[in-house]
């Protein structure tokens, strides 16, 4: 019998910063279409409902995709046809990494991305991004933990970091 | 795509009420300048948003001037001091010119609004509270005061004392109501004390005292069943008054706060703005310089919280230069960076527009308008001036003065006061120039002789466009072996009596050329 071989990417260990700096996107002055990624996490949806809610009257794409894999190229291209992106949620080690990496590959494709990261993961998710060219990458911080927390308590926590929202996307 | 006050009108959709209202309000503590009445403008644009979805919409303004005087504003004597901590509402006129303090100050304000296109319906504090519109939630919020209390310290360091009540008197001894403190009530008599020394009773129906502000807010937009309200970014820090008065209005009054729309404070020339100091811009004092319209392009080109400094000196020639692009790109007589930015652009002016109009309205360059108008103040010669120096519109370069339609005629001495104004206050000295009558005793060496008598010539053969004219210049002064700034010093000179000027080319072809010619050969 033989193996079945699977190709998996791998983070590089040695975490070396690659040479090239990628510039953030700039947000629209105005946009209609929002993808919401979801990587699946517990809590991960209550926290992009809750911020769907505060966009007000928008065309939300959403996409769901594993929190311990990278997004597929669909998933990236159905989330890139939108004006913008959040992800959520990066509050464990490995789906930190991917949330930021699923993020800096939005970014590389010309979308702009906001990524909703625990605040324990947060300085993890800042030096992976500073190592893949983007110091700037745009994080918004929820308080630790999400996982285990009741519907209610996800959301009262997700509505501290709206105005944060607000203020990046400069919308009132 | 929308602009963002029209994002803010299709979120209201989703409320369900039979009737948006848009509210805004200024406290009367002085002159309302252009960072103060800034909500005044967003609530205006979100209510006309809000009709052209269809919805019913009406915006009010409310004074507040049943407010204290914390300050004495720009430019009260020191005089006024006497009337620190009463209500504006009980201050005299300063000039005696009208009714009272608070008429002084807000008449000026309202009465510039119908010219920015503003509706509103309007209303005052001190009569809200002497009509007794206040007086259930007065009762309430002293029936409420524990949870009130509550409420407060939950966003205070150093908690109110157990028998505070969000309610403060005016002091029947000595008049303030910024020094009073409430701590009893029975029925509607309140039991206070004056920092004066006074003890006394308040009858809370006697509209003779006020709500404390985050409370007044929150009955206010039950009152009036407000469902927007813009204000200052102070107001919106976390934990300050909109953040307390959405916990009143919800927990005490069982209203839903209004929508909000925070918005960053406009500085002058770098400054905050400060009525007691008396560095302010009124919309009465934009009026002067530049339309309405332009007014309103400044407020809505940026985001509600983006910095925004205005500055009337310098920099607002190139305001206007910008806003004239974008009035010409949203006619189609010029073009944006890409299709993105056009579409953006067009969208700001739509709603900076008070009256859509089907065809670009004149816009001769104010900037070059600051030149002409110092050279002659008459509108028909300064016509020609325009049309010498190819500064009108393609389909009126045939035009003369006589012929030119009401509207244009109309927009064009607008433009020709706003800019004697922009002149007469705001210009910088250098900016400024006189044509002398009599010849200036100067003294030019022989090249800048011959540089003169030459281009007096070449003048006096051939009529020449403004850039025909600045090679014909450069042609002469290289021939006498000139640098050009000693050149164009000696046209200043002998024409100005000064080293500088306006661009030398078409400041020339500005001039009668009988006189010009006679000029540079210092005939007269």
């Not at chain 1, 966009?55 to 996409?63: A, D, H, K, P, S």
Request: glycine residues 6%; proline residues 6%.
């Amino acid at each position: 019998m033989s193996p079945r071989l699977v190709e998996k990417g791998v983070l590089n260990p040695l975490a070396d910063k690659e040479v090239g700096e990628i510039d953030l996107n700039p947000f629209p002055d105005d946009f209609e279409r929002v993808a919401l990624v979801d990587n699946t996490k517990p809590g991960a949806n209550v926290i992009l409902a809750t911020l769907r809610e505060a966009l007000g009257n928008r065309i939300f794409i959403e996409v769901k995709k594993a929190a311990g894999a990278a997004a597929t190229l669909n998933q990236l291209e159905k989330a890139a046809s939108a004006e913008l992106a959040i992800l959520s949620l990066a509050d464990c080690g490995s789906c930190t990494s991917w949330v930021v990496l699923d993020a800096i590959r939005l970014e590389e494709m010309g979308i702009p991305t906001i990524s909703i990261v625990s605040n324990r993961f947060a300085p993890f998710a800042r030096e992976l991004a500073s190592t893949h060219g983007l110091d700037d990458l745009r994080l918004l911080e929820v308080e630790h933990p999400i996982a285990g927390l009741s519907v209610n308590e996800v959301e009262e926590k997700t509505l501290k970091i709206i105005p944060a929202l607000k203020y990046i996307l400069q919308i009132p | 795509m929308k602009h963002w006050t029209e994002r803010i009108a299709s979120d209201l959709t989703n409320w369900n009420v039979e009737e948006h209202v848009v509210a805004s309000g200024t406290s009367i503590s002085g002159s309302i300048h252009i960072g103060n009445s800034c909500d005044v403008f967003i609530a205006n644009a979100v209510g006309k948003s809000l009709q052209k979805l269809g919805e019913k919409s009406r915006t009010i303004w409310i004074a507040d001037d049943h407010d204290p005087l914390r300050k004495v504003p720009y430019p009260l004597p020191e005089s006024y001091e006497k009337y620190l901590g009463i209500p504006y509402s009980q201050i005299p006129c300063p000039k005696d010119c009208c009714e009272s303090f608070v008429e002084h100050f807000q008449k000026p304000f309202l009465d510039t609004l119908p010219v920015f296109g503003i509706e509103l319906d309007t209303y005052s504090g001190a009569k809200m509270y002497q009509e007794g519109v206040y007086n259930d939630y007065i009762k309430k919020s002293l029936e409420r005061a524990p949870k009130i209390r509550e409420i407060f310290n939950h966003h205070r360091e150093k908690p109110l004392k157990d028998d505070w009540l969000p309610y403060n008197p005016i002091c029947s001894e000595c008049g303030r109501v910024n020094t009073t403190y409430a701590y009893d009530f029975q029925g509607d008599s309140v039991q206070y004390r004056c920092q004066c020394g006074y003890n006394g009773e308040m009858d809370i129906t006697s509209g003779e005292g006020k709500l404390t502000w985050r409370v007044e807010w929150a009955a206010r937009w039950k009152i009036f069943k407000v469902t927007c309200e813009p204000f200052g970014k102070d107001h919106a820090a976390s934990g300050g008054s909109y953040d307390v008065s959405k916990k009143i209005s919800t927990e005490i009054f069982n209203y839903r706060a209004p929508y909000p729309v925070p918005y960053e404070w406009i500085t002058l020339k770098g400054d905050a703005m400060s009525k007691s100091k008396g560095v302010f811009f009124t919309p009465g004092q934009w009026l002067e310089i530049g339309s309405p319209e332009t007014l309103n392009y400044f407020l809505f080109r940026s985001k509600p919280l983006k910095h925004k400094d205005f500055n009337p000196e310098m920099p607002f020639l190139d305001f206007i230069d910008q806003y004239d692009r974008i009035e010409r790109i949203y006619y189609g007589e010029d073009e944006a960076a890409s299709a993105k930015e056009e579409e953006k652009l067009k969208k700001i002016y739509e709603i900076s527009m008070i009256t859509p109009q089907k065809e670009i309205p004149f816009q001769p360059s104010y900037r070059f308008l600051t030149v002409a108008y110092q050279i002659n103040q008459s509108p028909e010669d300064i016509y020609r001036i325009l049309k010498a120096n190819s500064q009108l519109p393609a389909d009126m370069e045939e035009l003369h003065f006589q012929e030119l339609e009401d509207e244009d005629l109309k927009k064009f001495n607008e433009r020709l006061d706003q800019v004697k104004n922009w002149l007469n206050l705001y210009a910088p000295k250098f900016v400024k120039f006189q044509v002398q009558k009599e010849i200036p005793h100067v003294e030019l060496n022989p090249a800048q002789e011959g540089f003169l008598a030459e281009l007096a010539d070449s003048l006096e053969k051939k009529n020449y466009s403004s850039e025909e004219l600045h090679d014909e210049m450069y042609r002469i002064l290289k021939k006498h072996d000139l640098k050009p700034q000693k050149a164009f010093q000696s046209i200043y000179r002998v024409v100005l009596g000064q080293k500088q000027g306006p661009r030398a080319a078409s400041f020339l072809l500005s001039l009668d050329k009988d006189f010009l010619i006679r000029r540079l050969r210092r005939e007269a």
